[in-house]
């Protein structure tokens, strides 16, 4: 497991049920996150993935009911006795679909609602408002409504929006669902930069792996609500190929075709991640 | 069979969404459509059960006019089932939801019954059945929302984003059931950004960029081509970029799906094993 500088989330044997349902919908979760760590958080339809993020941010105790066991510490505070107000400024929560998030007339009144709710001076707001837009290249955006921009604009304009509050955490939950692979790859660096020039922790929910392989060195994996694998993606997906792929992770399909090729004893050594791996490892066994 | 002839469609806003679109969808066909966000297919999708009426040229479903039928009565041939489960679901357990349309659309009790389950065990969702839509997670309420549409067994089923959310395993369970589907001679339609699940499932493919059809072709034969692919903002499927670096050694250009990528690299490296010395 990678070991980070300082660890901004702590979970110990976290669980949580809701109201009504039969089973938890996260259990026994041990879980640490260090500083400026891009963690890929993957798992079957319904492992659990949406509700471990929920409590990150407060979501879940706060506004959904039901059973919560074990303790969870983001940024040094404890989920369960601060306001989601206080932990809004602490994790940010990018959706799906950017249409469930963006609301107001224009891109830079929408970027600018977190921060004037925060009782900030018009300076700092406005100083918050334009370094957010910088990062996120939304600048050129600002006056148009948010129903004028492509899905790839207004899934960064709403990481602008979040970014905003100046949280030290970033959850994306399926941030490309809708949009088109080009433009998902455009949402995907746009988190990395985020990372690589403000130093912030990213976490993203995805179930296809080749999205987000570039970026992300550590993978956690959960099934009913447990995390069964956690550790450097590349490593992982070498050592428990078969787990993966049992659980219906979206393997990148280079590496399943290496996998294949291996239990044919026709290749060897590591599974690759990237085309280009295994284009110059198959490259090199090959006579003209 | 869905015809649509020179079908152009402006939103009121001035928007020309599509232009001039020619297209036949009969019984039997499993078609993708794919293109950039924005290029118009969920427009084009809404053409299909009446739900947009074209301002040029005509659609027509089983040989009726979508101008001159309701869309209540549309419904009953052609299946839509939306991106966003949420617009669809309602009500207080996943059966209800599921029974909805059946019953809406007269059926008896006993068949209603009898097709909910067989719909619910064909997704996957038996074990939901009492559950309210809203406490699943994204990616189930979107299976449910589709059970919704398929448990009446419409004709011609149109899925925008099916395989959003949706883990490996369900995906394979979703292209079970297209499968199945179309080989009972229903049609199948699908709007989709997923260049993997179009390349291991092979439909026909007609790509769509800026409200015009641009290419129609095979999975293999539209897929693995760098500027029709560029055009629509897709990405090659990843066996297609692999084998854009092997073919200097002799292999095909037009591999999409890893099985057919596994039968050719076995043949080729048994091939190279056995002529080193």
């Given amino acids: ?259 294949m090729l291996r239990t044919d004893g026709l290749v060897k050594g590591r599974v690759p991640t990237h085309v280009e791996d295994a284009a110059s490892a198959l490259s090199s066994m090959m006579t003209d | 069979m869905i015809t649509l002839e020179h079908v152009s469609f402006r939103y009121p806003s001035g928007l020309l969404a599509l232009n001039n679109i020619d297209l036949n969808i009969q019984g039997g066909d499993f078609v993708a459509i794919m293109g950039e966000n924005g290029a118009g297919k969920t427009t084009l999708a809404k053409q299909m059960n009446g739900l947009l009426k074209p301002s040029q040229g005509r659609v027509l479903v089983d040989d009726q006019d979508t101008k001159k039928v309701s869309v209540a009565q549309l419904a009953r041939k052609v299946g839509l089932v939306f991106q966003n489960p949420d617009h669809l679901l309602f009500s207080e357990t996943v059966k209800d939801e599921v029974a909805f349309g059946l019953k809406n659309f007269g059926y008896q009790p006993e068949v209603v019954e009898k097709q909910v389950e067989r719909t619910l065990e064909a997704l996957g969702l038996t074990e939901y059945k009492d559950t309210s839509p809203f406490l699943l997670s994204g990616g189930e309420r979107k299976r449910v929302a589709l059970a919704s549409i398929l448990a009446s067994e419409p004709d011609y089923l149109i899925l925008d984003e099916p395989t959003i959310g949706q883990d490996y395993l369900q995906k394979e369970r979703l292209r079970n059931f297209i499968l199945q589907l179309y080989s009972q001679g229903k049609a199948v339609v699908m709007i989709t950004h997923d260049v993997e699940f179009v390349a291991e499932s092979n439909p026909k493919v007609i790509l769509l960029s800026k409200g015009e059809i641009v290419a129609t072709g095979s999975a293999d034969s539209v897929l693995s081509k760098d500027e029709l692919v560029t055009r629509v903002s897709l990405v090659k499927p990843q066996m297609s970029r692999l084998f854009g670096t092997l073919s200097r050694y002799g292999l095909p250009r037009d591999v999409v799906d890893v099985h057919r990528a596994r039968m050719l690299l076995e043949e080729k490296l048994s091939e190279a094993k056995a002529t080193v010395p």
């Fill in chain 1, 1 to 259: 497991m990678s070991r980070a500088s300082r660890e901004i989330i702590v979970a110990r044997n976290l669980g949580f049920k809701y109201a009504g349902a039969k089973k938890p919908a996260i259990q026994e979760i041990d879980l640490s996150i260090g500083e400026k760590e891009f963690i890929l958080l993957t798992g079957p339809s319904g492992c659990g993935k949406t509700s471990l993020c929920r409590c990150l941010n407060g979501l879940i105790p706060n506004f959904y009911q039901g059973e919560w066991t074990g303790e969870l510490m983001v940024g040094g505070l404890d989920v369960t006795t601060q306001p989601t107000s206080e932990l809004s400024r602490e994790v940010g929560y990018v959706f799906q679909n950017p249409e469930n998030q963006l609301f107001a007339l224009n891109v830079e009144k929408d970027i600018a609602f977190g921060p004037e709710n925060l009782g900030l001076t018009r300076g700092e707001i406005r100083a918050r408002v334009d370094e957010a837009m910088r990062v996120t290249s939304t600048g050129p955006l600002k006056e148009l409504a948010p129903y004028e921009l492509s899905g790839g604009q207004q899934q960064r304009v709403a990481l602008a929006g979040v970014l905003a509050m100046k949280p030290n955490i970033i959850v994306l939950d399926e941030p490309t669902s809708f949009l088109d692979p080009r433009t998902a790859e455009e949402v995907m660096q746009a988190a990395d930069n985020l990372r690589k020039e403000l130093g912030l922790t990213i976490l993203v929910v995805e179930h296809r792996l080749d999205l987000v392989a570039r970026y992300a060195e550590r993978i956690v994996v959960m099934d009913a609500g447990r995390i069964v694998a956690d550790g450097n993606l590349e490593q992982i997906l070498d050592e428990k190929f078969d787990t993966l792929e049992a659980l219906g992770v979206g393997v990148p399909r280079v590496s399943l075709l290496w996998s």
